[in-house]
């Protein structure tokens, strides 16, 4: 089994910011990418940024130059740094790693989410 956790979340004022964490524990063999989503009250959930397993990085127009996506493969986590938050930016954040639990098994997990909320 591999469980994906997010932490990190919380309450900020407009132009703080905020560290999440997506950590993945289990059987792992290798995780080949790692995608962090949003989700707002009303509203689908949306791609924010994505880090693949050699370092190469994708963010949405509306998060770049703000937030920066990093991993620690030692560690199986990854990071996404949030700048200069809006209130436009509360939503509820999910993880999704795609995780090889032996080379050719691509599976794909989600985390349960952890709440962001931006007050003006």
């Known amino acids: 089994q591999v469980q994906v956790v997010e932490s990190g979340g919380g309450l900020v004022q407009a132009g703080r910011s905020l560290r999440l964490s997506c950590a993945a524990f289990?059987?792992?063999?290798?995780?080949?990418?790692v995608d962090w989503h949003r989700q707002a009250p009303g509203k689908q959930r949306d791609l924010v940024a994505g880090i693949a397993s050699g370092g190469s990085t994708n963010y949405a127009d509306s998060v770049k130059g703000r937030f920066t996506i990093s991993r620690d493969n030692a560690k199986n986590t990854v990071y996404l740094q949030m700048n200069s938050l809006k209130p436009e930016d509360t939503a509820v954040y999910y993880c999704?790693?795609?995780?090889?639990?032996?080379?050719?098994?691509?599976?794909?997990?989600w985390g349960q989410g952890t709440q962001v909320t931006v007050s003006s």
């Open positions: 289990g059987s792992i063999f290798s995780i080949t990418r």
């Open positions: 999704n790693a795609h995780v090889e639990k032996s080379p050719g098994r691509e599976y794909s997990y």
